[in-house]
């Protein structure tokens, strides 16, 4: 089993920056594909962005050019790094973990472990 535990959300203002942290325990997530998702009130959750094993990445649409994932195997975490943060960027921010770590899926089916989320809001 793998536990997940994200933590970085807060208040912040449009255009401002925020980094993430998904702090992983139980087992080493260096051979996982890890992936962030967010859920904004009333809507179902979507994929932001994701990172296999050997470094691949893969961006939201809506998230290129702003958003960067990075991961620190020694400390078994990865991050998110948001800049130029938007009204639309406020919602839970989930990190997951998919075993088979190969390739970065944007659909939730394909992660097995899943963290609590961390509130991002962004206000004007």
């Known amino acids: 089993q793998v536990q997940l535990v994200e933590s970085g959300g807060g208040l912040v203002q449009a255009g401002d920056s925020l980094r993430l942290s998904c702090a992983a325990s139980g087992r080493t997530i260096s051979s996982y594909a890890m992936g962030w998702f967010r859920q904004a009130q009333g809507k179902e959750r979507e994929f932001v962005s994701a990172?296999?094993?050997?470094?691949?990445?893969n961006y939201a649409d809506s998230v290129k050019g702003r958003f960067t994932i990075s991961r620190d195997n020694a400390k078994n975490t990865v991050y998110l790094q948001m800049n130029s943060l938007k009204l639309e960027d406020t919602a839970v921010y989930y990190c997951?973990?998919?075993?088979?770590?190969?390739?970065?899926?944007?659909?939730?089916?394909?992660?097995?472990?899943w963290g609590q989320g961390t509130q991002v809001t962004v206000s004007s």
């Open positions: 990172i296999g094993w050997s470094n691949n990445t």
């Open positions: 997951a973990a998919d075993p088979r770590g190969g390739y970065v899926y944007t659909r939730t089916y394909h992660y097995d472990y």
